[in-house]
């Protein structure tokens, strides 16, 4: 019993020696490894070493700094990190580790703006083969942060927060396969990511190879100011760091306008190129579906220095397209205003910025709809007024006009119309340079504002009926009209009289300039 114990003690003291003196070989070993692979310079703190069951290693305070840059941050820096490996592994080449697990991982990504150029000391391992070469065969870290600096002169860098990253056969000089969980700050929700990663180029980070797939589901856009609903996305991206082709699609469908809170769904899909040093995208080609309508949408997402987000420029072409899609969006009431096919192009810029999309959002272009109809009573009414009167059939506009006041137009599903325009947006007011309406037997050309908030209507210009000024009318105001009728009567293009619509959305006043 006595020669048991004694050899039981011996034994546990003979490991301790042991460990005691693998401890500084191990550690000098790992720090020439790191920085024969990132030919930086490397700072361990701590690292222990335990030989039960296997080579058990712990430590912590790990900082990497790259010579080929100069950097105030370390490139890497780790705050505590673990691996395990049959003890045997140590003396082979190369060494094998098993699984290493790490938290408080910094990963810092220089830019060639900050790149060293005095002269560098020779790589030991760069010509004679004198590095020590270490194979990571599972490694996996929790809470991490990646830090990409800008590529560009008074720009932002990146920082993205990893939930989670496992890479598999991490060996220098080679790719390495990666998971990883994302956050995504905005809109909030998770990306997961698998790919293949690297050679890592530690002359220019920026042209690291990388290619793989992502998932980001249930993300809130609700957390994007003056936009609200839940997107999931997929898609396929490969390239290098600093020029990533993405191929992708979303799918949301409840989007909406926090000014109208209507939910309708919208799809897309996108290919883009992305600058992943600084999020700078290039969308190439962006195809949307919204209801029954389709857009196609080309431009850039810039971010701007010293702002929080990108600056949106794009050029966008709307059609086949139904107006009551578009309406869906911008409109509060559950019908739209009118119905009808519409074709849209248009340049949209949306600066970075606190205020709602409406109040940042900037348009300027030219539309045009096809058999138009208005959904209100009022408006419809009024519509087809102006046709009857212009066709010379004042007792049918007298109908219209009755019907106006009773809110049931009495031609539908009959008059239909024809619009274009050429208008701008800002601020959230629709100003319109040039508004061509177009019903039978007239036409009105108008120039005013629509603002989107008080659904406030401003506008102002002619008609031109087809119809001579007394054929409008009936009866004492037919008679009274007649010595007027040189005075707006065009030859060969009718009668021109100016008009003007004011009020409100919801109660429009159209008025026949005439003084009676």
């Known amino acids: 019993m006595l020669i048991a114990l004694s050899l039981a003690i011996g034994l546990f003291i003979a490991v301790e020696i042991v460990a005691h003196r693998v401890e500084p070989v191990l550690k000098a070993r790992v720090a020439d490894a790191l920085s024969e692979d990132f030919d930086s310079r490397v700072q361990l703190a701590s690292f222990h070493v335990s030989i039960t069951h296997g080579l058990h290693v712990f430590g912590g305070g790990l900082v990497i700094y790259p010579r080929l840059f100069v950097m105030h941050e370390p490139m890497l820096a780790v705050k505590q990190f673990s691996f395990y490996t049959p003890w045997k592994q140590l003396f082979h080449q190369p060494m094998h580790i098993e699984q290493v697990d790490l938290s408080g991982l910094v990963i810092h990504i220089p830019t060639t703006m900050e790149r060293n150029n005095s002269p560098q000391p020779q790589r030991k391992g760069a010509h004679n083969g004198g590095g020590v070469v270490i194979i990571v065969n599972r490694l996996a870290s929790t809470d991490a942060r990646l830090i990409i600096d800008p590529n560009k002169p008074g720009s932002e860098g990146l920082q993205f927060d990893i939930r989670k990253l496992q890479l598999t056969t991490v060996a220098p000089h080679q790719p390495l396969k990666f998971r990883a969980v994302l956050i995504n700050p905005k809109p909030v929700g998770n990306v997961q990511s698998s790919g293949v990663l690297g050679p890592f180029r530690p002359d220019d980070p920026g042209e690291t190879p990388v290619r793989g797939t992502y998932w980001f589901r249930n993300a809130d856009l609700g957390t994007l100011n003056g936009i609200a609903g839940t997107l999931s996305s997929q898609g396929n991206y490969e390239g290098t760091l600093q020029r990533i082709n993405v191929d992708g699609k979303t799918v ?35 195809v949307a579906q919204l209801l029954d309508s389709r857009i196609v949408a080309k431009g850039d997402l810039v971010r701007v220095p010293g702002r929080p987000g990108h600056d949106i420029q794009l050029n966008v072409i709307v059609g086949p397209a139904q107006i009551q899609d578009l309406l869906a969006l911008a409109d509060k009431r559950e019908q739209p205003l009118m119905t009808g096919a519409v074709r849209l192009h248009t340049s949209f810029q949306l600066p970075p910025g606190p205020q709602p999309v409406i109040g940042r959002l900037k348009l300027t272009g030219s539309f045009s709809v096809e058999h138009a109809r208005f959904t209100d009573a009022k408006f419809q009414a009024a519509v ?21 006041k009773l809110g049931d137009p009495i031609s539908a599903p009959g008059i239909v119309s024809q619009l274009s325009g050429n208008f701008s947006l ?29 659904e406030q209507l401003d506008f102002h210009g002619f008609a031109r009926l087809d119809a001579k000024l007394p054929k409008m009318f009936t009866g004492w105001k037919s008679i009274l009209l007649r010595p007027l009728d040189p005075f707006f009567y065009k030859r060969g293009r009718g009668t021109q009289i100016p008009i003007r619509v004011s009020g409100t959305r919801a109660d429009p006043h159209f008025g026949l300039d005439l003084g009676i």
Do not use: W
């Not at 992943?276 to 190439?284: A, E, F, K, P, V």
């Not at 087809?384 to 106006?404: F, Y």
């Open 384 to 404: 087809d007024e102006i046709s009857m009167r212009g066709q010379g059939k004042p007792k049918k506009a007298k109908q219209a006009r009755a019907a106006a």
């Open 426 to 454: 800002g601020a959230g007011t629709i100003s319109f340079s040039y508004l061509s309406f177009s019903v039978p037997g007239a036409d009105v050309v108008l120039h005013g504002i629509y603002t989107t908030q008080g």
């Open 252 to 286: 949301t469908p409840n989007f909406r306008l926090e000014i109208t809170g209507r939910p309708v769904p919208l799809n897309t899909t996108f290919h883009a190129i992305v600058d992943g040093t600084n999020s700078d995208t290039c969308l190439q080609s962006v």
